[in-house]
């Protein structure tokens, strides 16, 4: 059950088990064995992540003498949550696993949440801060809409399988997390011109991990698991904030607005986290703050910082920022009601985002 909000009342969602470390998959079963799960989970993967890891946690709950089933997923629609709702409904499904990329989790954790049944997350990849958050983004085509789902029970990292993924999904990750400066920034402009509800926790705790994240640039290296570790805490902590503000403010902001517009208008978008990065500089520009140390962190974790980076064309650019506003209307940002056309391309050209 999703948790009432009742004015006056909090009511936070957190993993209660969150193991990270080299080969930790291997505790799939004692984890769920720990939150005594039943015996017949439904194992939600991707087309390329099946083979790394969803195969490896069905091994090891089969020869527990647990019956699990399988569905792979490839993307994250409605259609898609449908089907696997389907299958663990015809299984008996008592508890779902997500393990693969953003979209196997989110799929895996919207159906649980629908199904009122628990869910355990084993991310392949740090690609963002979705791993561990209540929130599930779903696409239709055209938008991308997030909605509240239950946190996972449990996050099962393994910094061994997330050492092996593509070094980009890593560095999306850093940016994702990075990008909680501005999502900060813009919550405290509407605590202050809206009196909008904000957690001092939540912000602070939100604003130190990508302190932490951007201050360690120099030591986040493509297969290093030190690394994955580093990113991995990171993207914890980011959604433990998350649960802090039961919102996703505190790691979503006009950044995030802007990388959902571009996956309205980009013919071919890039990574979450590739997007939030670049939309950090320019909103950071328009915070006044210091948007060429996020640029320089962001280099240095060879992360995309121009429209070229991101193989999208500088047209795109230019229309996400002023779709961007409009997103989320109810949350209310430096972005105000807009930026003009003319607003919009200095921003970008000053940032060097567009040439
Ligand atoms: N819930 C939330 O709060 C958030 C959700 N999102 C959503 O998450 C999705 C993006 O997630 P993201 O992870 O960036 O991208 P994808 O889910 O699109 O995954 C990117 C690709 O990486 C592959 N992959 C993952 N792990 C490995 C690995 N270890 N080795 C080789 N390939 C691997 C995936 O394979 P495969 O095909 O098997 O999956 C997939 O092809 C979007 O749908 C976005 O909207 C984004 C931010 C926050
Ligand atoms: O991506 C997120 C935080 O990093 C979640 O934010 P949204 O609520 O914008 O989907
Ligand atoms: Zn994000």
């Given at each position: 059950?999703?948790?009432?909000?009742?004015?006056?009342?909090?009511?936070?969602?957190?993993?209660?088990?969150?193991?990270?470390?080299?080969?930790?998959?291997?505790?799939?079963?004692?984890?769920?064995?720990?939150?005594?799960?039943?015996?017949?989970?439904?194992?939600?993967?991707?087309?390329?992540?099946?083979?790394?890891?969803?195969?490896?946690?069905?091994?090891?709950?089969?020869?527990?003498?647990?019956?699990?089933?399988?569905?792979?997923?490839?993307?994250?629609?409605?259609?898609?949550?449908?089907?696997?709702?389907?299958?663990?409904?015809?299984?008996?499904?008592?508890?779902?696993?997500?393990?693969?990329?953003?979209?196997?989790?989110?799929?895996?954790?919207l159906a649980a949440t629908e199904l009122d049944l628990?869910?355990?997350?084993?991310?392949?990849?740090?690609?963002?801060?979705?791993?561990?958050?209540?929130?599930?983004?779903?696409?239709?085509?055209?938008?991308?809409?997030?909605?509240?789902?239950?946190?996972?029970?449990?996050?099962?990292?393994?910094?061994?399988?997330?050492?092996?993924?593509?070094?980009?999904?890593?560095?999306?990750?850093?940016?994702?997390?990075?990008?909680?400066?501005?999502?900060?920034?813009?919550?405290?402009?509407?605590?202050?011109?809206?009196?909008?509800?904000?957690?001092?926790?939540?912000?602070?705790?939100?604003?130190?991990?990508?302190?932490?994240?951007?201050?360690?640039?120099?030591?986040?290296?493509?297969?290093?698991?030190?690394?994955?570790?580093?990113?991995?805490?990171?993207?914890?902590?980011?959604?433990?904030?998350?649960?802090?503000?039961?919102?996703?403010?505190?790691?979503?902001?006009?950044?995030?607005?802007?990388?959902?517009?571009?996956?309205?208008?980009?013919?071919?978008?890039?990574?979450?986290?590739?997007?939030?990065?670049?939309?950090?500089?320019?909103?950071?520009?328009l915070h006044g703050g210091d948007w060429e140390r996020?640029?320089?962190?962001?280099?240095?974790?060879?992360?995309?910082?121009?429209?070229?980076?991101?193989?999208?064309?500088?047209?795109?650019?230019?229309?996400?920022?002023?779709?961007?506003?409009?997103?989320?209307?109810?949350?209310?940002?430096?972005?105000?009601?807009?930026?003009?056309?003319?607003?919009?391309?200095?921003?970008?050209?000053?940032?060097?985002?567009?040439?």
């Amino acid at each position: 059950m999703i948790p009432p909000r009742e004015e006056n009342s909090k009511w936070m969602q957190l993993p209660r088990d969150i193991v990270i470390g080299h080969g930790v998959i291997r505790e799939v079963k004692n984890v769920c064995d720990d939150l005594k799960l039943g015996n017949n989970p439904l194992i939600v993967t991707g087309t390329h992540t099946k083979n790394i890891a969803g195969d490896i946690v069905y091994d090891i709950l089969a020869d527990a003498g647990v019956d699990p089933s399988v569905i792979t997923v490839e993307s994250a629609t409605a259609e898609g949550v449908r089907r696997v709702e389907e299958v663990a409904l015809y299984n008996n499904s008592n508890y779902l696993l997500g393990v693969g990329s953003g979209k196997s989790i989110d799929v895996a954790k919207l159906a649980a949440t629908e199904l009122d049944l628990p869910f355990i997350s084993v991310p392949t990849a740090a690609s963002h801060d979705g791993i561990v958050s209540s929130r599930a983004s779903i696409h239709d085509g055209k938008r991308v809409t997030s909605v509240e789902a239950n946190a996972p029970m449990a996050v099962i990292a393994d910094t061994e399988v997330i050492a092996n993924a593509p070094y980009r999904l890593l560095a999306a990750g850093c940016a994702d997390i990075i990008s909680n400066y501005t999502a900060v920034s813009d919550w405290e402009l509407a605590y202050r011109l809206r009196n909008e509800p904000f957690s001092e926790y939540a912000a602070a705790l939100s604003r130190m991990t990508a302190k932490i994240v951007l201050d360690s640039v120099d030591s986040i290296k493509p297969e290093l698991e030190s690394s994955v570790r580093i990113v991995v805490k990171a993207l914890v902590s980011s959604g433990v904030a998350m649960s802090i503000a039961a919102s996703s403010r505190p790691a979503s902001g006009s950044e995030h607005m802007f990388s959902h517009a571009l996956d309205m208008v980009a013919p071919k978008p890039a990574l979450h986290g590739e997007q939030c990065g670049v939309g950090t500089i320019m909103m950071m520009y328009l915070h006044g703050g210091d948007w060429e140390r996020i640029r320089n962190g962001l280099k240095k974790l060879h992360a995309p910082t121009t429209a070229a980076e991101l193989g999208i064309e500088d047209k795109y650019i230019l229309e996400a920022l002023l779709l961007a506003h409009t997103i989320r209307p109810e949350r209310y940002t430096i972005l105000g009601s807009g930026l003009t056309p003319e607003a919009a391309e200095r921003v970008a050209k000053i940032t060097k985002v567009i040439e």
